[in-house]
T-cell receptor, first 114, second 115 residues
């Protein structure tokens, strides 16, 4: 089954404790991205990756890091989480940025930073 | 500035009562407009892609249309299971430094269909 898998689904952590949210896709998609979803603000892109070892900042990259060492995996790293990073996070993948740019989303990770 | 605005924010319909959701956009060089459905606690699920003005796509009770400035998602004779948040996104707005295109989401329309 074609899918994007995120882990964990729920996470409560303390300010400053480094964490990683994993994302994996099994569709051989080139393009992957991370979004955060906040009430009234919609989905905002954090980082994206065009392919292995090619990543770039989206609209709200501050406080986040990513890496793309393999085509299927795109982890999101919060080196020193702060309460304003409490949000619902989604990983998404798409075949490319061309004619098949529709995105497939993971189930989301609800992060609370206290 | 590239942006996507959806209206209304929320909509309550009786079962069978048809209506339309609006997505207006401002983007330099539209490459595609996408509609997604999002159920509570889940990730958005792809519905349609529209590429050019005048294009229409249909799926069951849903029909999406596109003009040069906006898109409509028409819901005909909705059922309670159509209750969800409907998101619109546009791909466009070239980032010169990377040669990639922005993917911008609206804030969605929360649809509730009452039995």
């Amino acid at each position: 089954e074609a899918q994007v898998t995120q882990n964990p689904r729920y996470l409560i952590t303390v300010t400053g404790k480094k964490l990683t949210v994993t994302c994996s896709q099994n569709m051989n998609h080139e393009y992957m991205s991370w979004y955060r979803q906040d009430p009234g603000l919609g989905l905002r892109q954090i980082y994206y990756s065009m392919n292995v070892e090619v990543t770039d900042k989206g609209d709200v990259p501050e406080g986040y890091k990513v890496s793309r060492k393999e085509k299927r995996n795109f982890p999101l790293i919060l080196e020193s989480p702060s309460p304003n990073q409490t949000s619902l996070y989604f990983c998404a993948s798409s075949l490319n940025q061309g004619p098949r740019a529709e995105a497939f989303f993971g189930q989301g990770t609800r992060l609370t930073v206290v | 500035e590239d942006q996507v605005t959806q209206s209304p924010e929320a909509l309550r319909l009786q079962e069978g009562e048809s209506s339309s959701l609006n997505c207006s956009y401002t983007v330099s060089g539209l490459r595609g407009l996408f509609w997604y459905r999002q159920d509570p606690g889940k990730g958005p699920e792809f519905l349609f892609t529209l590429y050019s003005a005048g294009e229409e796509k249909e799926k069951e009770r849903l029909k999406a249309t596109l003009t040069k400035k906006e898109s409509f998602l028409h819901i005909t004779a909705p059922k309670p299971e159509d209750s969800a948040t409907y998101l619109c996104a546009v791909q466009g707005g070239l980032r010169p430094a990377s040669g990639t295109y922005k993917y911008i989401f609206g804030t969605g329309t929360r649809l509730k269909v009452l039995a």
